[in-house]
């Protein structure tokens, strides 16, 4: 008896269609989409109504569609027998990450979250497979450079079309500030609030399509590299022009979204690049040149219309990160007794007693403090201090409201019959404060824009997370929202809700566990170790090496990056399928050199 061996057919360019329009259409969807909070969600947002989104909830929605799209594709490609699955030791950690990502969804206390994900980000339990599903999908139907070309010029399109919205965002024209542009974005029967429509970042950053400045560094560090890589295939002068002139604008987005996550990433994609390019580095000097010369005018020139706020931003790190910052308050603690709050300083403590309707102030040893009294034009009353350890403080009271500032530090006190609470989440009122576990990161908790404050208090969450997580997309659900000293430590204000941990490898332990993060970490590790191994030795000057390097480049960069950005998915739909493609260049280029 003989067995015959099934043809693989090369499926056709329609097969890639589904994947094409997520890597052209997805990125660049901004629609207001209206869902309902979940009761959990309302707790955390303080409203019980339809939260309208912009950027997240229907990417969501048309990258699950088409994905389920390719995957019937796929699997009618299978049925009829038109197809092979590949061997490949990538389906092992794959499927474990699957598996667990289903499994930290059934265990969750939130299940609701995390099939559908939380409100604004809505990565739960589907959209995580979808990624995996399109990885999958892509390696096993991908198998010509011809089909490489078709999804990257999709790709291509799309970042031309989102980086000039992000490079008139720039120039303070902002597409969806207008008048036009919120039309586009707003459903027809809601163009009666187009006036409310508001805005969170100041005119000049760039969001582009992609909900956040430092989302555009993730996106276009994945870019850059490959733009490069296919300027150095392009043999005709302006396809080279083209290609030059579109690394110009991706790096000035880059830089224009101020992403030092994505400045984080593209060094390290640049220096691999020196590395794997430098036989092209060598031979082309005047293009590379070139490149680098364009990309530090444009640092300079960006960095110098924002009045130095790129070169600002870089040296006040290091400055959070090497020295004691006395421009912000050293709060310590917030305790209750009875009628009175006691503001514990790092050198003082500020204590407020209400009786009646009488204030007074009293200092560390109980002393009655000296006060100045004056009324503003807002009717309120500013109260400052007479002794030399309290003059930093200031109190404006109007009715049953106090606040209190204090070198950047703003807290809000209510006034009542019970004695004097802190006004938290939601305008809860607070008479217990709770400080949250924490590891590390104390005295730098604003480091990264209060990333120091939000790791130090999550990776305490770890204890609980190492099989099945809390559940996809929970981590804001399970985050010690009620750790005010924190919050006014990295924030300056104890309103202030942490959605996210703004890392992606403590976003992927925490929400379905150490292990699925285990299981990802085994993914990239294959896909680097092997590209490495390609591309560190050998260039070639076909497409699929070059567009290899180019991927692998971008990869890299975007796991650098996360160490400071979460998944979102507009940009890690993108990540998946390039991750997926990487595989397929990988493949091509090992039977060429066989």
Known sequence: MSSRKIKREEPGIAALLPIAFILFVVPMIVYMGLTKLSPAESAIWGNDVDYPDFFNYIKSQWFMVASVIALIVFVGYLAAKKLEIKKSFIYIPTGSYALLIVLSTIFSTNRDIALKGFMARYEGMFVLLCYLACMVIVMNLVESEKQVQFLMKALIASALVIGLIGLFQLFKLDLFRSEFGKRLIIPAKYYGYVENVDFRFEESYIYSTLTNPNYVGSYMVMLIPIAVTILIYVKQIWLKAGMAALILIFTANMFGSRSRAGLVGVIVAVFLGIIVLRKYIFKKKVIFLGITAAAIAAFLIINVSLNGLLTNRIVNEFKILFSDDAQFYDLKDITFEGNKVSIVGDTETLNIVLSGNLLNFYDTSGNLLDIEQTTNDNNEMIVSFVDENYKGYNITIKDSLLILYKKNVTIEFWLHEGGISLIGNNSKLVNQVVKAPSIGFEGKERLGSARGYIWSRSIPMLKNSVIFGYGPDTFAVEFPQEDYIGKIRAYGTPRMIVDKPHNMYLQIALNTGILSLI???????????????????????????????????????????????????????????????????????KKSSK
Do not use: P
């Open 519 to 589: 299981a990802f970490l085994t993914i990239c590790g294959a896909y680097i170790t092997e590209s490495i191994r390609l591309y560190f030795k050998n260039q070639d000057n076909s497409f699929a090496c070059l567009t290899g390097t180019g991927i692998f480049l971008g990869i890299c960069g975007y796991l650098a990056a996360a160490v400071f950005n979460d998944s979102t998915v507009g940009i890690a739909s993108v990540f998946w399928i390039l991750l997926g493609l990487g595989f397929v260049c990988n493949g091509i280029v």
